[in-house]
């Protein structure tokens, strides 16, 4: 199933400016990632952006234990929270994401606003990476992609349009069969897609994101997502 838009109708002539320049930078640094696995230097660069739980929870674990100078390797590494949001491993990956991101993020942040919107992705980014790290600490393998953010705007949508019709299209090989379906069906759907986010990867050495625990961590997102509209009463 492929969402290609919703059956709200806003009174507001504001622009979604902040998913345009979201799609606009994660679509950038894809074509960047492109040339870098051309080029051989694409695991050198995910290795460094991504996000790799083991490095965070050492880093911890020495500065706990009274190594000051572990703070900054503490502190670095946590920018990779967000960096890694910006990155993805491959075709399928970036498309799922982005389309859920114009879809259901379109709304939001005419709902809330574009400051908060920003405000409100970036901080489900992070918290849904912070998850990652203590579901699997130990784990050396970059965790790439926006998967928890977008999982957050999915989580916050559905809080707030339950029962909003999704205007989709079913692909059956060469045929495009236009269907309608609840908002609610697509935070199952979302875990579907999970499985298929390997689907035209990108050649790193190493790979990123093993199915397993971290898939399961973003599913944080949908509910970071709910509390945010909660706690922010909209």
Known sequence: ?????????????????????????????????????FSGELANFVNNWGLIPEQISQAFSSAIAGNPAAWLIVFWRLLSVFSGMFIHGSYS??????????????????????GRFLLFYLFCGFLTGIVQVFAQPGLAVPLIGANGAIASVLGAYIYKF????????????????PVELPAFFYVFWWFIQQLFYGIGSLNIPGGVNPIGTGYFAHAAGLLIGVAWMVIMRR
Do not use: C, H, R
């Open 1 to 37: 199933m492929i969402p290609i838009g919703d059956k709200i109708f806003l009174l507001t002539n504001k622009k979604p400016l902040v998913v345009w320049f979201l799609i606009g930078i994660n679509i950038a640094l894809f074509v960047w990632e492109i040339k870098l696995e």
């Open 93 to 114: 990956q970036i498309t799922g994401n982005l389309i859920f991101l114009w879809v259901f993020g379109n709304t939001l942040e005419k709902i809330i606003g574009s």
């Open 162 to 177: 339950p029962k909003v019709k999704i205007d989709s299209i079913l692909p059956l090989v060469i045929i495009y069969i």
